[in-house]
């Protein structure tokens, strides 16, 4: 009987510094939104390149065509 109480000690004595060892949950606040902010920044620079596209094209695009002369 004193084995099946020391064993029962031992595991919840076990059990309690594993969960101790974890993540708190202002860590894992920290850690989601440090990732929502690496998000964020990497498509406002996508969002940012593409409208840097689309001003190049519709430059390009307004710029009008030179007229070739064919001498005959």
């Known amino acids: 009987m ?3 109480s020391l064993y029962t000690l031992l595991l919840a004595v076990t059990f309690m510094t594993l969960s101790a060892c974890g993540e ?6 920290a850690r989601e939104q440090a ?8 498509e406002q620079q996508r969002i940012a390149a593409m ?21 005959s």
């Open 2 to 4: 004193r084995k099946i």
């Open 24 to 29: 708190t949950e202002a860590e894992r606040a």
């Open 35 to 42: 990732r929502l902010d690496s998000l964020r920044t990497v």
């Open 51 to 71: 409208m840097a596209e689309m001003a190049d094209t519709a430059s390009t695009a307004t710029e009008e065509p030179e007229m070739i002369e064919e001498e």
